[in-house]
């Protein structure tokens, strides 16, 4: 599709960024975003405050503040009791009114597969704005949230996760990242972005591409999900990583001896991941987990 080419867009889609970003003003502009998708734990309201997590987390990765909302809704009306479909809604909204958004109305059709999400805008400062372009050699790169919702909610779909590790990343997917943002502004981050479906390497390669460095990851840095390790080893992967890999092909250089299971994770596709966010001094709440270098655009697994 042809680039717009409006003065006043000033992030559109070229770099593949999290969120869509137009100037109304010199002080003043919107971010826009739309996210949706099946569902990936059995509990219809965590599953509504899930996805309306991660619609929110576009907003909030591009350093904006979410001010609407409208529901996407895809369901069946014969798949399940109303109460079901309703409970999906109340789990959004009360994630919505927890983030400060309006829900304003949406759309709703009949799906044999289901699917639910939100349609966002927030409000920036032109001048304040996250953009995936922006990451530069020295800087350092730190993660808000753990890794790992994809294998996790993969072990669950085939009984293989335990309760607990089931249930911390479900918090960790209905955690906003709202204080993330906060804590990123309060370090002077430039460059920004949430890790969802592509992986954490999928999605710092997006910045690295974009910005023209290199980008090395200390796996024994990353925070991870609990049992994700036991879990790779009983066999509870995710196409998405298989995809993920496929897509990066020779622009993904693991060390040899890195373990495979290690390899799944930063492929790993997430659900609602935390903010990467690239600083000069350390961002509170986050951990480092690498670097920005000067290469070719390329992301490094050590």
């Known amino acids: 599709m042809p680039r717009s080419t409006d003065p006043n867009l000033l992030v559109g889609f070229e770099n593949s960024d999290d969120a869509g970003v137009f100037k109304l003003s010199p002080t003043q502009a919107l971010v ?24 929110l987390s576009d907003v909030y990765a591009m350093g904006g503040r979410p001010l609407t909302a409208l529901n996407v809704c895809c369901f069946d009306p014969d798949m399940a009791a109303a109460e079901v479909w309703a409970q999906i809604i109340l789990g959004m909204r009360d994630k919505t009114t927890e983030s400060g958004t309006v829900v304003v109305g949406g759309h709703t059709v009949e799906s044999a597969q289901p699917f639910f999400g939100l349609s966002v805008t927030g409000l920036i400062d032109p001048m304040k704005v996250f953009r995936n372009d922006q990451a530069e050699v020295g800087d350092d790169i730190y993660l808000s949230k753990p890794l790992g919702t994809g294998i996790v909610t993969t072990a669950h779909k085939f009984d293989k996760c335990t309760p607990e590790e089931l249930s911390a990343a479900v918090t960790a997917m209905k955690t906003l990242n709202a204080a993330a943002t906060t804590r990123a502004h309060e370090a002077g981050v430039k460059c920004a972005t949430d890790i969802t479906g592509f ?3 999928g999605h710092l390669f997006n910045v690295a591409k974009a910005s023209r460095v290199g980008i090395e990851i200390d796996c024994a840095s990353l925070p991870l999900l609990p049992g994700v390790e036991r879990l790779v080893a009983v066999g ?14 020779e622009s993904l250089h693991f060390a040899e001896s890195l373990p495979s299971w290690m390899r799944q994770v930063v492929l790993d596709p997430q659900t609602s991941g ?16 690498g670097r920005v270098i000067a290469s070719v655009p390329k992301i490094f697994v050590r």
Request: proline fraction near 5%; avoid cysteine; glycine fraction near 10%.
């Open 32 to 55: 826009q975003t739309i996210d949706f998708f099946t569902p990936v734990v059995d509990d219809p309201y965590d599953y509504g405050q899930i996805a309306a997590a991660n619609s």
């Open 199 to 201: 992986g954490l390497a």
């Open 236 to 249: 509870a992967l995710t196409g998405g990583a298989t995809k993920n890999l496929a897509f990066l092909a």
């Open 274 to 289: 935390g903010l990467a966010t690239f600083a000069r001094v350390p961002v509170e709440g986050a951990v480092k987990i």
